[in-house]
């Protein structure tokens, strides 16, 4: 493993300012340059390509980590893991789906992993909870239930981009952890409204899913 990916475990920022500390870190990278840079880490191993990407996606990534673990320090050390596993399996990554949705289905996946091996919290369903953004059922230690755990997120995941720009917004915003009030603030639209879309997102969303499985 090169130096590089060594070095993650690293870089443990400081809990005051996280976030925003990584929103001034964060630089403009548009799809384009992103497909560039992931070619050059696949191609070259380019240490200087894979920076720009963590640094780019540091914060997405962290949020999504954090919503799951609830837990600063934790989400820290998960950040670490998944861009490590980003690293050493980034040469599987396809076009299919956006660069990004692949990224947070490693680090959903490392998160369920992290919260299954603590046995002692549970996972909510991406879509259903108002309160939480990801809620599967009761979990359990059977290696056969974490396979069918991990193949829904990657199956949700890659259902995603099928649906209508609009579903998929709004769905997305829940993954990220936006509670109804916070995207009804954002998107200037009335809660029962919003609720009302999502509910037909949903229903939209499974249906592909049913599709495909």
């Not at 990657?154 to 916070?182: C, F, N, T, V, W």
Request: aromatic share 10%; with cysteine; charged share 30%.
């Amino acid at each position: 493993m090169l130096s590089f990916v060594c070095h993650f475990s690293l870089l443990r920022y400081t809990v005051i300012d996280l976030t925003v500390y990584h929103i001034k870190l964060r630089p403009m990278i548009d799809k384009a340059e992103i497909n560039k840079l992931v070619e050059e880490v696949k191609i070259n191993r380019s240490e200087k390509a894979f920076s720009k990407i963590y640094h780019h996606f540091y914060k997405t990534i962290w949020l999504t980590i954090y919503n799951i673990v609830k837990n600063k320090d934790i989400a820290d050390d998960l950040i670490s893991i998944t861009f490590t596993k980003v690293y050493q399996k980034i040469e599987s990554f396809v076009d299919n789906i956006s660069f990004e949705m692949w990224l947070k289905t490693i680090a959903i996946n490392t998160s369920i992993d992290y919260i299954r091996k603590m046995k002692n919290e549970k996972l909510n369903n991406y879509i259903d909870d108002e309160e939480s953004t990801i809620q599967l059922s009761e979990l359990s230690a059977s290696p056969e239930d974490e396979n069918i755990a991990k193949e829904n997120v990657e199956i949700i995941m890659k259902s995603l981009p099928k649906l209508r720009k609009r579903y998929r917004d709004l769905i997305q915003a829940r993954i990220d952890g936006k509670s109804y009030k916070q995207i009804s603030y954002e998107l200037d639209i009335p809660e029962s409204t919003l609720k009302s879309t999502l509910s037909k997102a949903r229903v939209r969303l499974k249906e592909i899913i049913n599709k495909i499985t």
